[in-house]
């Protein structure tokens, strides 16, 4: 089947799909989901990459210039041969020992460590030193370097420590001599006359301005944890009398400026715009803080406040009792068409603190823990970046856009603050809550949008022995469900699909891939013929997921990838599937051209979402539902796990098909050729949801990221379906029907000109309805 033809663009030829004539040489190209099934020509190939040398330097000169010892003792990149007294010429005992310089690649590797574990044992030097390709001495000269510069370093900031609190006497000392002015004639204290209109009015000022400052020291008070002077200097009385307060005013300003008192910034009376911002910042402060607050305490109350999900699985706010215990603490009361979800699930992870509160303080590592609940997210504003040197009292302002995999809801699109603190040793909180009025207008992309507001949410995280971490997840949203779909309201109102389920599942799955790609050494593939390389893995790993976070994108209409949709018919039927399209251009990790995107939702009572993934993802099953396949057998040739469930994998599929010509045998007869196709397939699944993602790729391509190549040039057109639970299931159980989306991607002609026909569409819609009636035939002949 092609798409040939159905173009308005008259002699174009009309490429058939996946059908790369004329691509650029430097791009790998594999074919897109094609209904012709025409392989890629195996143009443009990449040339694998060479591997970076050990970034020794021998043969350095015995004499090492001053510059050169500055370098050594300042960041900790070079290093001496590591060794003793034993190590020198005893023919030249002046001899210097060999000067080595460390890779960046090296520094980055020793830093990061260095970051973890200031002093490591000698097993880790030595894991290290093999990594690296160092002596272990260099490793252990190299830690000690960088713990007496962490000395230095210390000892500087405490004398600085000392020049400011001598400033900060100095400038008390100024001030209350100004307090007593002094006549300059006979040296007797100033006498104050009338106190004019204008005067009048600055003490006025003086006053409210005071009463701002008591104020944001008391905040501060409490996002700092320790107490602070309510007002750092005595109130100055004024005078502008010509031999009184004014002579010394000049004075005033000059030390004035170097003014600094634990934060509050310099005293003198601020533009307007200035004290705007501060009054703005304040008031985000004194939200974030009430915010936590309440976090802490639905995270560790139980019963009435919280009462059991259906499933047995968490527990769902009592909205009763909830405005009982606690105050609004967002912007405004609840909208009247707004409807509320609110949901609490506790789990391990397999990640620590630090790490888990860094990714969280940063939006785009935030973004890419959860690829299939975060379209994008982007750090506004930084309000504040911590305490001591830690994470402790960091407030962002953060932009996001949360999806659901499915074309029937639209994506929520939320501005919130995210405030961070550490309540005790190994104890954290992160809580996000919304602020609507200082939220700027996001891009149009021309589809629907859906109002939503963030509570109170977010978790507490505990630590645990052996890297793990006990984790809270507490999510309480506010949003319009009339833009979405009849399907999907009760789910939502549940928090199936983006309650504190859906989150911590996804954070526990992604954290044992962090893991897997972090290690030295990845699980060899389970039975594969195909010899996969530690670097391949890894490569063919970073591939699988940007096919993941494309098929995201196709599905859910991110803005960034200007997605146009495509009015499909005025039916009931038509709105269940949507249809868009856009140009692919210089992307080098897509072909380009026009690239169609069709999705649909669909509800299967009978059947349970671990079944219907498991259905899905066996490549033995495949020839039943996939149009690729043909009716040809498919064969796994390559599996990588990505976590304990084996069910979290990547894989290479090999699909025999007939080929497209045939020729006659001895006999007359014709003779049956055939030819592979390969598939790209990644599977996830959790507790909240299943994931099955593929895409054809070319076999050159495919061969160069297996042995440690970019994967970044491979284009890839995915297609697949992502599975939630429709609700259902009893308490304790499973069963219980599914939520099925299928989504498909299709590079419809390389031609950017090119416009889509109504018949292209159509196309198109008959494809995803026959994909679906052959999921649902399969599920019914088969009971099990």
Same mark, same amino acid.
């Given at each position: ?641 990505? $976590?304990?469930?084996?069910?979290? *994998?990547?894989?290479? #599929?090999?699909? @025999?098909?007939? %080929? =497209?010509?045939?020729? &006659? ?71 219980? $029907?599914?939520?099925?989306?299928? *989504?498909?991607?299709? #590079?419809?002609? @390389?031609?950017? %000109? =090119?416009?889509?026909? &109504? ?26």
């Amino acid at each position: 089947m092609s798409f040939g033809g159905l173009f308005d663009a008259a002699g174009a030829g009309g490429l058939p799909p996946y059908s790369y004539a004329g691509f650029a040489p430097s791009r790998i190209i594999s074919p897109g989901l094609s209904l012709g099934l025409t392989n890629a020509d195996g143009k443009g190939i990449m040339s694998r990459l060479g591997t970076l040398g050990d970034g020794g330097r021998g043969g350095e000169p015995p004499v090492r210039n001053r510059e050169d010892e500055n370098e050594s003792r300042s960041g900790g990149s070079d290093n001496l041969e590591a060794g003793s007294g034993d190590d020198l010429d005893p023919e030249n005992p002046r001899k210097k020992k060999r000067y080595h310089r460390h890779t960046p690649q090296q520094i980055q590797e020793l830093e990061a460590l260095f970051k973890e574990c200031p002093h490591p044992d000698e097993k880790q030097r030595m894991e290290l030193s093999k990594r690296l390709n160092l002596d272990p001495r260099q490793v252990k000269f190299w830690f000690q370097n960088r713990r007496t510069q962490m000395k230095i370093e210390r000892h500087e900031n405490s004398i600085l420590r000392a020049e400011n609190d001598k400033l900060r006497v100095e400038n008390l000392t100024i001030r209350e001599a100004m307090r007593n002015p002094i006549c300059g004639t006979c040296g007797s204290p100033a006498m104050l006359g009338e106190v004019p209109l204008e005067e009048q009015h600055l003490r006025i000022e003086n006053a409210r301005l005071k009463d701002e400052l008591d104020r944001v020291c008391a905040l501060a008070s409490r996002f700092l944890g320790r107490p602070m002077p309510v007002s750092p200097f005595p109130a100055l009385p004024l005078d502008l009398t010509p031999g009184g307060f004014s002579s010394v005013a000049p004075t005033l300003t000059a030390v004035s400026s170097d003014f600094t008192e634990a934060g509050v910034g310099p005293i003198p009376a601020p533009p307007r715009a200035s004290t705007d911002r501060s009054a703005e910042r304040s008031m985000l402060l004194e939200l974030a803080l009430a915010a936590m607050d309440e976090l802490v305490k639905m995270a560790q109350m139980e019963a009435p406040l919280w009462i059991s999900s259906v499933d047995g699985h968490g527990a769902v706010l009592n909205f009763d009792e909830y405005g009982r215990f606690f105050h609004r603490c967002s912007t405004g009361p609840k909208p009247p068409e707004f409807v509320s979800e609110a949901t609490r699930e506790t789990g391990i992870v397999l990640m620590n603190g630090m790490a888990f509160v860094d990714s969280f303080m940063d939006a785009s590592r935030w973004a890419k823990i959860f690829p299939s609940i975060v379209a994008k997210a982007a750090t506004v504003d930084i309000i504040s970046s911590g305490m001591g040197g830690s994470r402790s009292g960091s407030l962002i302002l953060i932009e996001a856009e949360l999806q659901v995999l499915t074309p029937l809801v639209p994506v929520r699109e939320v501005s919130f603050l995210r405030f961070c603190k550490q309540h005790a040793e190994g104890v954290w909180a992160v809580v996000d809550v919304s602020v609507d009025s200082f939220r700027e207008t996001l891009p149009a992309s021309g589809v629907a949008r859906m109002s939503c507001r963030r509570l109170p949410s977010g978790c507490l995280v505990q630590a645990m022995p052996n890297g793990y971490s006990k984790v809270t997840w507490v999510e309480h949203a506010e949003y319009d469900e009339t833009a979405v779909h009849r399907l999907y309201r009760p789910p939502l109102r549940a928090g199936i699909c983006l309650g504190a389920r859906r989150w911590l599942s996804e954070l526990q799955r992604q954290a044992e891939f962090i893991a897997i790609m972090a290690a030295s050494s990845s699980p060899a593939p389970r039975d594969s013929p195909v010899a996969i390389t530690a670097a391949g893995r890894r490569s063919m790993m970073r591939l699988a997921g940007r096919m993941t976070e494309n098929f995201c994108a196709g599905v859910c209409a991110w803005a960034e990838r200007k997605w146009r949709e495509v009015r499909a018919g005025d039916t009931e039927e038509d709105d269940m599937v949507r249809v868009m399209t856009r140009q692919s251009v210089d992307d080098p990790g897509e072909p380009p051209g026009v690239v169609l995107s069709a999705s649909t939702s669909v509800w299967l009572p009978a059947a349970a979402p671990h079944r219907l993934f498991e259905f899905l993802r066996d490549e033995r099953l495949r020839r039943d539902w996939d149009i690729l396949s043909n009716g040809g057998p498919m064969q796994e040739v390559a599996h990588i796990a990505k $976590g304990q469930d084996h069910g979290n *994998a990547v894989s290479l #599929l090999r699909a @025999t098909v007939p %080929s =497209a010509g045939a020729g &006659a045998n001895g006999g007359g007869g014709q003779k049956q050729e055939e030819e592979s196709m390969l598939i790209l397939q990644e599977t996830s699944t959790d507790a909240a949801g299943s994931l099955v993602v593929y895409a054809p790729v070319d076999a050159p391509a495919i061969n160069l990221v297996m042995n440690g190549g970019d994967s970044s040039y491979v284009a890839l057109l995915p297609s697949g379906f992502s599975i939630l639970p429709d609700g259902t299931a009893c308490c304790g159980g499973g069963g219980g $029907g599914s939520l099925l989306t299928v *989504a498909f991607q299709i #590079l419809v002609t @390389t031609l950017s %000109s =090119a416009e889509l026909t &109504a018949q292209s569409v159509d196309t198109v819609k008959s494809l995803i309805s026959c994909t679906v009636l052959k999921i649902k035939s399969a599920l019914r002949s088969d009971p099990n």
